[in-house]
């Protein structure tokens, strides 16, 4: 591995069928779903940027062009609120056009998130990178993907945020089994995907971001389709540890699992409810509910 532990691009899968979101995903990415008034793959995007990224890499398929649009200038807009002089909104969405460099992969056929990873590869040129999957939100004093850069430096291996589920929950994750060399820092023992409820190693469940070094490509080539038929990046990560350590991370901050109706809807009224402008209004309008 390269000396250089300085971690700057990111890839961020965005590939997937999003199918616990249909009809809504039908003909428009989950990762567009808006949080409040921003889509998803933004608030991931603007974690990135503030942890010192400077590179992303989106991981997209069949369906996925508004990601593009939305990352991209568009003149016509620029101009209709420039004439209507609405320059705060022609701000932000100049904002968001100049935010990154923004590359874009195709992924043929969704055929896991592992596959997807795979196809970063070229992109990635050899250097260790985030991954950073939008439908996990982390809202945190510090980004979730700097915290996990600093945990990187210090142990120069793989780093895997985990977050704490309830024993029901178990069975919805990847779940590992560690030993905690510091506080919130676990050297990985082994990983298992989905545990059937009591069989769970511990209730540290891995979530949508990873600091992963070049070597995991080699892993998920050799890694052979799981679960219904798609490259998991958990078995290639239990691969790449037979090879050298990988730690587990547990992030400060709070998860939401927009990928998820239940979650979505979670963070849609807590970030609501923190909204400078709309928040007042919707906190009378959930007490007006209670009633
Ligand atoms: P998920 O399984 O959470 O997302 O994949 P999904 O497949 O889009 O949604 P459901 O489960 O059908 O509702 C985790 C992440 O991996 C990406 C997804 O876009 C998501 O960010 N992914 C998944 C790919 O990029 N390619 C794939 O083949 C599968």
Do not use: W
């Not at 704490?164 to 995907?193: C, K, N, P, T, W």
């Not at 769970?200 to 038929?229: H, Q």
Request: aromatic share 8%.
């Amino acid at each position: 591995m390269k000396t250089d532990e300085t971690v700057r691009k990111a890839v961020f899968p965005a590939a997937g069928l999003g199918t616990r979101f249909l009809p809504a995903t039908k003909a428009s990415p989950k990762e567009m779903l808006p949080l409040v008034d921003k889509p998803l793959i933004q608030y991931g995007v603007e974690e990135a940027l503030s942890s010192g990224i400077e590179e992303i890499v989106v991981i997209t398929g069949r369906g996925k062009r508004a990601i593009e649009d939305h990352f991209d200038v568009s003149f016509e807009l620029e101009h209709e609120l420039r004439q209507k002089r609405k320059f705060k909104l022609l701000a932000e969405v100049e904002r968001i056009s100049g935010m990154v460099d923004f590359s874009y992969i195709r992924q043929r056929n969704a055929l896991g998130l592992g596959h997807a990873i795979l196809c970063a590869e070229r992109a990635v040129n050899g250097d260790p990178f985030a991954v950073i999957l939008s439908d996990d939100i982390i809202d945190s004093k510090v980004p979730a993907t700097r915290q996990m850069m600093k945990v990187f430096k210090k142990y120069k291996d793989p780093v895997i945020a985990i977050c704490e589920v309830d024993e029901a929950s178990v069975s919805s994750y990847g779940i590992i089994d560690g030993v905690e060399v510091e506080e919130g820092v676990y050297q990985i023992r082994d990983l298992v995907e989905k545990p059937a409820p009591g069989a769970a190693p511990s209730n540290l469940a891995i979530i949508g971001r990873y600091i992963l070094t070049p070597d995991i490509f080699d892993a998920l080539r050799r890694t052979k389709p799981g679960k219904g038929g798609e490259i998991q990046l958990t078995d290639g990560l239990r691969d790449l540890m037979a090879s050298r350590p990988l730690y587990a991370f547990k992030f400060k901050g709070t998860r939401y699992d927009a990928g998820d109706k239940l979650g979505f809807l979670k963070a849609t009224v807590e970030y609501a409810l923190r909204d400078k402008e709309l928040g007042p209004a919707f906190r009378e309008y959930l007490r007006g509910l209670k009633k």
